[in-house]
């Protein structure tokens, strides 16, 4: 009887090592869906979805810039050649025609959404968003 018991114990341990170790194993780093590493406003969050949608095909991802439009993070620097808030929204609604950025408020882009973008790029600009997707802060 106390063998049986001895070999139950010894299963039920085995058995609750494989779970653990199942769990962690899933929690690990997925290479491919990486965990958010900055936590943001949910304001500043849409303002990530709609730099996404509306800039990151020219600016790049993330507002590094590409080969035919600046980093943006650069430009929203202090010092930078976009100095405010107001310079942002006007070059956004107005567009850049002669360099090929299309007037975003002639399109329908709405000013919340141009300025949750600001909220965004500025973050980036200012270091306190790191590149990547942001998560969604519970309280705010």
């Known amino acids: 009887r106390k063998g049986k018991r001895r070999a139950m114990k ?8 494989l779970v653990a170790g199942a769990g962690s194993a899933t929690a690990q780093a997925d290479p491919y869906h990486p965990v958010p590493r900055d936590t943001v406003d949910n304001d500043t969050y849409q303002g990530w979805k709609q730099y996404e949608l509306n800039c990151a095909r020219c600016h790049g991802e993330y507002a590094v810039g590409t080969s ?3 980093a943006l993070i650069v430009s929203l620097k202090d010092g930078g050649t976009v100095p405010s808030q107001e310079a942002f929204i006007t070059t956004v609604c107005a567009g850049r025609p002669d360099k090929g950025m299309p007037s975003w408020c002639a399109l329908g882009l709405e000013m919340d959404k141009i300025q949750r973008m600001y909220m965004y790029v500025k973050g980036r600009a200012d270091g306190k968003i790191g590149p990547g997707r942001p998560a969604v802060r519970l309280d705010g």
């Open 10 to 17: 010894t299963w039920i341990l085995v058995a609750a090592a």
């Open 68 to 70: 035919f439009a600046p």
